[in-house]
């Protein structure tokens, strides 16, 4: 069977494509057949072609839906008069997943940003019985959003695999003490990565095991 991790983070531009694709990749040495797949893309980015080349997939080459403004999904959807179908949405995963080992589903923003005005990424994860990776910057105000973070994906009974802190481009006191702070709150595990490095992510690739 197919094993679901939605990879998350506590907000927008925190490392969580980058930390996908190093896993896809890292999970694809290993013999694993990985797709990786981004349901909503706001802002006209392109993360959902990232992740496609990270695996090498031949389907889905790109987000499963773009919109245009950089907003949390519901809303840019429906300032572009766009109707967004989450059911449908969650089918097409579904298919697009048949026969990996592994699919990666990369959310939108923060746990909690608005997918559809129904929808965010716990309803999804829970729609796909995922496994999530929570991925945070290893800055200030890391320790709040994070454990905010965790309580709402256990609140929605979500397993979680562990939390990434990834190096910010611009370090601050608190880089380098979060992980530590943060181990002696949480069960679950905490790794720290340098944005760039592949070998951490070969550390996170073992929490799927």
Same mark, same amino acid.
């Given at each position: @069977?197919?094993?679901?991790?939605?990879?998350?983070?506590?907000?927008?531009?925190?490392?969580?494509?980058?930390? *996908?694709?190093?896993?896809?990749?890292? %999970?694809?040495?290993?013999?694993?057949?990985?797709? *990786?797949?981004?349901?909503?893309?706001?802002?006209?980015?392109?993360?959902?072609? &990232?992740?496609?080349?990270?695996?090498?997939?031949?389907?889905?080459?790109?987000?499963?839906? +773009?919109?245009?403004?950089?907003?949390?999904?519901?809303?840019?959807?429906?300032?572009?008069?766009?109707? =967004?179908?989450?059911?449908?949405? @969650?089918?097409?995963?579904?298919?697009?997943? &048949?026969?990996?080992?592994?699919? %990666?589903?990369?959310?939108?923003?923060?746990? %909690?940003?608005?997918?559809?005005?129904?929808?965010?990424?716990? !309803?999804?994860?829970?729609?796909?019985?995922?496994?999530?990776?929570?991925?945070?910057?290893?800055?200030?105000?890391?320790?709040?959003?994070?454990? !905010?973070?965790?309580?709402?994906?256990?609140?929605?009974?979500?397993? /979680?695999?562990? /939390?990434?802190?990834?190096?910010?481009?611009?370090?601050?006191?608190?880089?380098?003490?979060?992980?530590?702070?943060?181990? +002696? +709150? =949480?069960?679950?595990? /905490?790794?720290? /990565?340098? +944005?760039?490095?592949? &070998?951490?992510?070969?550390?996170?690739?073992?929490?799927?095991?």
């Amino acid at each position: @069977m197919t094993s679901f991790v939605l990879v998350t983070a506590t907000g927008t531009e925190v490392g969580k494509t980058w930390v *996908a694709c190093a896993v896809a990749r890292a %999970l694809a040495r290993e013999a694993k057949r990985v797709v *990786a797949i981004k349901p909503f893309e706001s802002g006209g980015g392109d993360d959902g072609e &990232r992740l496609a080349a990270a695996t090498g997939q031949g389907e889905p080459r790109r987000a499963l839906v +773009r919109l245009r403004e950089p907003l949390t999904p519901a809303l840019a959807a429906e300032r572009e008069g766009v109707k =967004l179908d989450f059911d449908a949405t @969650m089918g097409e995963i579904e298919r697009l997943a &048949r026969g990996a080992d592994v699919a %990666l589903v990369e959310g939108a923003g923060g746990v %909690l940003s608005p997918l559809t005005w129904d929808a965010d990424a716990t !309803t999804l994860a829970r729609r796909l019985g995922a496994r999530v990776l929570l991925v945070a910057p290893d800055a200030l105000g890391a320790l709040s959003a994070t454990l !905010t973070a965790l309580h709402a994906l256990r609140a929605a009974s979500l397993e /979680v695999l562990g /939390v990434v802190l990834v190096e910010p481009a611009a370090r601050d006191a608190s880089t380098g003490t979060n992980a530590a702070v943060l181990r +002696r +709150r =949480l069960s679950a595990p /905490v790794i720290e /990565v340098a +944005r760039g490095d592949e &070998r951490a992510a070969l550390r996170v690739a073992d929490l799927f095991a």
